[in-house]
């Protein structure tokens, strides 16, 4: 069985969701798929969907490198389970917490720092580093 055919059903539900610039390649025995998820939750639904497929992730023949549409000035919305998301002076959580968002609260986002962490600020102007699986854009 390929790859390709192991992760069908991921495929198959990246293309459906619409992911943009979505590239598939096999290399040496690893399938890398690329590409910009519409939302957290898109995102979020692909990874669910590939450790159905491969429990721990423990064969190690996946890449997946998902990006998570959102620009520079973009509304997102803090949607942590009900309390408030840490600010961070730094994108880590050993840096030091400058603010918190609230749960719902719309934040705009600054920069993306990478796949975890993105700058954000609050209404109030508070700024700094949030975790990004706890932002949606909007």
Request: aromatic fraction near 6%.
């Amino acid at each position: 069985m390929s790859l390709q055919d192991k992760y069908a059903q991921l495929l198959t539900a990246a293309k459906n969701m619409g992911v943009s610039n979505l590239a598939v390649a096999e290399q040496e025995g690893t399938l890398h798929v690329s590409g910009t998820a519409n939302s957290t939750a898109d995102y979020d639904s692909l990874w669910s969907l590939y450790g159905q497929i491969d429990p721990n992730m423990a064969s190690g023949d996946l890449m997946m490198n998902i990006d998570i549409k959102a620009d520079s000035g973009a509304s997102l919305k803090v949607t942590t389970d009900s309390t408030n998301l840490n600010i961070r002076s730094t994108p880590s959580t050993e840096g030091e917490i400058v603010g918190k968002a609230a749960h719902e609260e719309v934040v705009t986002l600054v920069e993306k720092t990478d796949d975890s962490w993105w700058k954000i600020r609050t209404a109030n102007g508070e700024e700094g580093y949030a975790y990004a699986q706890y932002l949606s854009p909007m």
